[in-house]
């Protein structure tokens, strides 16, 4: 599947947020999203999954525009987990993730719902939390949470804002990493806004850095991420410094 994005423009008010902006994402693609605060991150993720319909150009998926799906069609086929989740206090894990299933309900909950329901929180790790309310969870482990609820939504697409911003160092990486794993084992795609460029550029396969309304490179992360459109896009002054482990970006000022 492909998803393109054709010349969507997007603004509030006056404040015109993306300009003609145009991409595509390819199964089997991590995607990341970069950019300073501003630049259209969260607005372009929320307008690839409809919650804001664009005011100029569209969004389609192998030709079929997103606008123009059943709700239930779109959400089997993207999942979105946002910066700040609402959620119910007194709700457990288990039915906070059990939420993903909903598109493919029609009465109640089947065993298979449960089973994906257990993988996906076994995958996050975080099975022995089922029980637990979301509302007593640490900020990590909640974001955690809605991860799963996204896997158990077995979306063709991930559009994901920021979703490593609440954990530790550790999960950080093994999030990027397991979501990548999903990606390259079921040839599904995931879009992923972040700040950190060195996560961008360990896990991506492309890279769309935004500047002011539109994008100002797309390609390959070694391609894209580089002293000079960090400079550009960010004003901050940086070295790639590379060893056994792989290349990094070194801020300095």
């Known amino acids: 599947m492909i998803m393109n994005v054709e010349k969507i423009g997007q603004w509030y008010g006056d404040n015109r947020v993306l300009d003609g ?8 693609e991590v995607v990341a999203l970069l950019g300073p605060n501003g630049s259209g991150k969260s607005t372009l993720i ?10 100029a150009g569209r969004v389609t998926v192998d030709g079929q525009d997103v606008s123009e ?8 086929l993207i999942g979105y987990v946002p910066q700040t989740v609402q959620y119910a206090p007194f709700t457990t894990v288990l039915d906070t993730v059990l939420v993903g ?11 298979n719902d449960l089973k994906v329901a257990a ?30 609820r996204a896997l158990a939504q077995r979306p063709h697409f991930f559009l994901f804002d920021e979703p490593t911003s609440s954990l530790d160092l550790r999960y950080q990486l093994k ?4 979501m990548r794993e999903i990606v ?47 400079l550009e896009v ?9 060893n056994e482990q792989g290349a990094y970006i070194l801020p300095y000022e």
């Not at 902006?21 to 089997?28: A, D, M, P, Q, T």
């Not at 992923?192 to 961008?200: I, K, R, S, T």
């Open 184 to 230: 390259r084992r079921d040839g599904c795609a995931m879009i992923v806004a972040m700040h950190d460029l060195n996560l961008a550029l360990r896990y991506s396969d492309k890279v769309l850095m935004l500047k002011s309304r539109d994008s100002h490179d797309y390609g390959g992360p070694d391609d894209v991420i580089n002293p000079g459109s960090i």
């Open 69 to 76: 799906m059943d709700p239930a069609e779109r959400a089997r």
């Open 101 to 111: 299933r909903r598109p493919y309900v029609q009465w109640s909950y089947s065993e």
């Open 119 to 148: 993988e996906a929180l076994e995958t996050m790790n975080i099975l022995d939390l089922r029980d637990r309310y979301v509302n007593e969870l640490s900020g990590g482990q909640r974001q955690r949470v809605f991860i799963a």
């Open 46 to 55: 929320k307008t690839m999954c409809h919650i804001f319909p664009p005011k």
């Open 175 to 178: 999030t990027m990493r397991i």
């Open 234 to 242: 960010y004003e901050v002054h940086s070295n790639v410094i590379s």
């Open 21 to 28: 902006l145009s991409f595509k994402v390819e199964s089997g």
